[in-house]
């Protein structure tokens, strides 16, 4: 059980993360205290209260143990929002801090789903942020627990902008076109080469090569990235 604590350090609720997945009954990861008076979701950040003024940057993951963990191995300045949903109010508070905001959610369906949601939102405020894809079902607790004192170079290094995430990922579907069609067509050239004479397979080898399997038209290394 983790208290919740506003940037005053009141306690203002308590969350829980399930430890057990066999656990009957429950099926959320993590539980939280119900909306009071004094406690409500959408108002909330949590690791708030321990934010450095000095850095430059703002974590913003999505559950209790991403920032215990990633905070144990040094990546200061991790929140989180109790969850992948970030409301106007929450948008406004990251806002007052004129911080650079790093998202980083798990790599689930969900995770980038909401990560492609919040990127515009944090724009739309005229927030600094980037964005960083973990490894495939990897959440980031999971990577401070596997890169331990390295975690914090791993977010800075690798993370980049929602504009540089679409154009890689514009890139990635165009170079996997180009190596289906390229795929495609080398059976047709290769059954039209063995219908022609010996003598011209070479010409046609060398044609082909200088014209069509260009390799820096075909890079294989980025579509099977």
């Not at 430890?19 to 979701?41: A, L, N, P, R, V």
């Not at 191995?73 to 990251?94: F, M, P, V």
């Not at 980038?112 to 607790?141: F, H, Q, R, W, Y």
Request: charged share 25%; aromatic share 10%.
């Amino acid at each position: 059980m983790f208290p919740l604590i506003d940037s005053y350090n009141n306690v203002l609720g308590f969350n829980k993360r399930l430890i057990c997945k066999e656990t009957k009954g429950i099926s959320k990861k993590y539980i939280h205290s119900s909306d009071s008076e004094i406690f409500k979701k959408s108002h909330y950040l949590y690791g708030i209260n321990d934010i450095d003024k000095s850095f430059d940057y703002i974590i913003l993951s999505e559950g209790v143990f991403d920032v215990i963990l990633a905070r144990k191995y040094g990546l200061k300045n991790t929140i989180c929002a109790l969850g992948t949903s970030l409301s106007e109010h929450q948008i406004d508070i990251l806002a007052k801090y004129n911080k650079e905001i790093i998202v980083v959610y798990d790599n689930d369906a969900k995770g980038i789903a909401t990560m492609k949601k919040v990127m515009p939102l944090l724009e739309s405020k005229n927030i600094s942020a980037k964005l960083l894809i973990l490894p495939e079902g990897k959440d980031l607790a999971d990577m401070s627990m596997q890169m331990k004192h390295g975690i914090k170079d791993y977010v800075i290094n690798n993370s980049m902008t929602y504009g540089y995430y679409n154009i890689q990922n514009a890139i990635n579907d165009f170079n996997r076109e180009l190596y289906n069609l390229y795929s495609r067509y080398n059976i047709i050239f290769n059954n039209i080469k063995q219908e022609i004479p010996e003598s011209e397979k070479n010409t046609i080898d060398a044609y082909l090569n200088n014209n069509v399997f260009n390799k820096e038209l075909v890079n294989l290394n980025n579509v099977m990235r």
